[in-house]
Nanobody, 126 residues
Framework: QVQLAESGGGLVQAGGSLRLSCAAS????????MGWFRQAPGKSREFVAT????????RYADSVKGRFTITRDNAKNTVYLQMNSLKPEDTAVYYC???????????????????WGQGTQVTVSS
């Protein structure tokens, strides 16, 4: 059974930074396409970033491009989301997700992922 656990969320002022972690158990993240999504109150879950199995391909939502960076450390079985220059509109619950079916692709839709973490709250104050 695959389990994903996010951590690193919290309260930060606008312009600040946070690094989210997604630790996997049950399978290795090196065999998964990984993604980060977020959901604000009253809104649907939206794509943030994704990284291919090898880490050679990444994709970002336009709203976070240039501010967020997704990376993976296969030795630690963990995926990270470095978030810089945070804005109040980045406030949301952030989820990591994994897909073990596909190989060298990036995935931007929630339905493409089979496994999800429980989420971590990020709150950016103005």
């Amino acid at each position: 059974q695959v389990q994903l656990a996010e951590s690193g969320g919290g309260l930060v002022q606008a312009g600040g930074s946070l690094r989210l972690s997604c630790a996997a158990s049950g399978r290795t993240v090196s065999s998964a396409v990984m993604g980060w999504f977020r959901q604000a109150p009253g809104k649907s879950r939206e794509f943030v970033a994704t990284i291919s199995r090898s880490g050679s391909s990444t994709r970002y939502a336009d709203s976070v491009k240039g501010r967020f960076t997704i990376t993976r450390d296969n030795a630690k079985n963990t995926v990270y989301l470095q978030m810089n220059s945070l804005k109040p509109e980045d406030t949301a619950v952030y989820y990591c997700a994994a897909d073990f079916k596909r190989i060298e692709v990036v995935l931007t839709t929630p339905g493409a992922y089979d496994y999800w973490g429980q989420g971590t709250q990020v709150t950016v104050s103005s």
